[in-house]
């Protein structure tokens, strides 16, 4: 019988930190881009009958996010939903 053995699922730091060292808010924006369906934000909520309860928002799937100034502003279903 062949042995199995354990896939590498250490992430790469140093690819990670050569990325962030070298990249620019706008690749790092298309990278989270990328990455969106993958990602949710935990929101707690308030039912009109008082109950609390934790809501999960998606990325919006058009534009996730977007760079603002020095920082990465994401954009959630519930932004664009908001007019």
């Known amino acids: 019988m ?4 354990k896939p590498n ?4 730091h ?6 962030l060292s070298n ?9 989270i881009t990328l990455l969106a369906p993958d990602i ?4 707690p909520r308030v039912h009109k009958d008082g109950t ?3 809501d999960c ?3 919006d799937s058009e534009t996730p996010c977007c760079p603002n100034g ?3 502003q994401l954009h959630t279903t519930d932004f664009a939903e908001y007019k």
């Open 2 to 5: 062949k042995k199995q053995t």
């Open 57 to 59: 928002i998606e990325l």
């Open 70 to 72: 020095l920082t990465i």
């Open 23 to 31: 990249s620019t808010l706008i690749d790092r924006a298309q990278l």
């Open 14 to 19: 140093e690819l990670i930190m050569y990325f």
């Open 52 to 54: 609390k309860y934790m």
């Open 9 to 12: 699922i250490e992430p790469n």
């Open 40 to 43: 949710f934000i935990p929101t």
